[in-house]
């Protein structure tokens, strides 16, 4: 893709035409459009059961930080920072008091500051409150609260913030100031999909509301919905993902559901589905019954797993599915990663994934087109996971559309890619092909 092509995808949702040809139940060839391409076998797990790596309700959660915690690191080194997020241009990072600094793409006041300027180097965000997590989406942000409260700033043209608050900015429906989502309390975990937004609840069940016109907010209502409302008929949720125009749910008995936008197989049911078709109901994703994490991206989702490997499905036109080539275009079940070591965290960003591993290095595969590989080169994608230059000790992980960012176990943010909104938090608008840090006050 061109920069051309990225800067063409500012709009307000897609308006392209096209339609893909199943060619295989499983794998097959898309006629994807580039213009407007803009997160143990054999063990049964039960409700209730505590997953390998599952945070329970109230526990600390990647991303989530407890107000007045410090986070000890795994070489005993307390910090003042403990999660990360990155929305599509725009990152985040949080630190144990609640403190919010965001940086980036800033057009519909998504990082939350109080204005609409683009912001190069990290700046306070504007909350109420102490946050235990923020998820960056497409042109909006939400903050969690440590009082179980949701807020939310930036672009609001399809409900996404669900607010009812009238303090939206002259004809634009947005908020450059974090505005609270209506009637959400005790909430456990967010996510911030491209016009859409989740909210998982303390009985595990999910609360949607945004845009559904690709079915990602899981019922059969068309058009915007303005608040939050439960999702019907899905529980046992521990974990929330949503992506372009997909979601990926994890069950707590390790099982895996999705909905929404399958055009490239991204929902993992065995099927692909014609470009103007929708899936309301959540789909089981096939072979996966030990998950202990999800990411949703662009056409393209994954799972961790409790052996510490990951499969990944969906959209390889870049290289996201890790085959060693770019074919096939996509696949409609999990694949497995050729990761040899374990894996602590995966990320997803539009085209390119991320994966931590247990020694603190971190390794890349898929687009490359701006550096988010970090191995200085810019150009080749990447079929195949290579190690980020540099990294030996990071301990979080967070991508965005175009670009990586990096936690260490110092607390130094390290950040790599696309950078001519500042979502590299550098103070400049020059993409960097190896990790740089960013300057967290």
């Avoid at 912001?119 to 969690?144: E, M, N, R, W």
């Avoid at 949503?242 to 990926?248: L, Q």
Wanted: with cysteine.
């Amino acid at each position: 893709m061109t920069r051309w092509h990225r800067i063409f995808w500012i709009g307000c949702g897609l308006c392209l035409l096209a339609s893909c040809a199943e060619t295989d139940p499983s794998t097959g060839t898309l006629g994807d459009p580039q213009l407007g391409d803009t997160d143990q076998a054999g063990d049964s797990y039960q409700f209730g059961d505590t997953l390998p790596g599952d945070a329970q309700p109230g526990d600390a959660q990647s991303g989530d930080a407890q107000s007045g915690d410090a986070d000890l690191t795994g070489d005993g080194i307390p910090t003042t920072m403990f999660g990360l997020s990155a929305g599509r241009n725009h990152g985040f990072a949080l630190m144990a008091d609640g403190t919010v600094y965001g940086w980036g793409s800033n057009t519909y006041g998504q990082v939350g500051v109080g204005d609409q300027a683009d912001t190069y180097t990290p700046s306070a965000c504007i909350l109420p409150g102490p946050a235990k997590q923020v998820d960056g989406g497409g042109y909006h942000t939400l903050f969690l609260l440590t009082d179980g409260t949701v807020w939310g700033a930036g672009d609001n043209v399809y409900g996404q913030l669900g607010s009812t608050d009238a303090v939206f900015a002259d004809a634009y429906d947005l908020a450059i100031t974090p505005v609270k989502a209506h009637d959400l309390a005790n909430i456990q975990q967010i996510s911030a999909g491209f016009f859409y937004s989740l909210a998982l609840t303390a009985e595990h069940t999910v609360m949607a509301w945004g845009d559904n016109s690709k079915g990602e907010r899981g019922d059969a209502i068309v058009g915007e919905r303005l608040t939050p409302q439960e999702i019907p008929a899905l529980t046992h949720v521990v974990e929330i993902a949503a992506g372009f125009e997909h979601t990926v749910v994890r069950l707590a008995n390790g099982e895996v559901r999705a909905w929404g936008w399958n055009v490239a197989g991204q929902l993992g049911n065995g099927t692909v589905n014609e470009w103007e078709d929708v899936v309301y109901e959540p789909q089981v994703v096939q072979g996966i019954s030990t998950a202990i994490q999800v990411v949703a991206g662009w056409r393209v989702s994954a799972a961790l797993l409790a052996d510490k490997s990951v499969v990944a499905w969906g959209r390889n036109e870049e290289g996201e599915l890790a085959t060693g080539s770019f074919l096939p275009e996509y696949s409609t079940v999990p694949v497995a990663i050729p990761i040899s070591e374990p894996v602590a965290k995966i990320a997803v960003g539009y085209y390119h994934f991320m994966a931590l591993l247990e020694d603190g290095r971190v390794m890349v595969w898929g687009d490359n087109e701006y550096g988010q590989l970090g191995n200085n080169t810019e150009g080749p994608d990447s079929p195949d996971p290579v190690f980020a230059q540099g990294i030996s000790t990071a301990v979080d992980i967070a991508a965005g559309r175009d670009f990586c960012v990096a936690r260490l176990a110092d607390g130094t943010v390290m950040a790599w890619g696309d950078n001519i909104w500042g979502q590299l938090g550098s103070g400049d608008d020059v993409d960097h092909i190896i990790p740089e840090p960013v300057s967290i006050p």
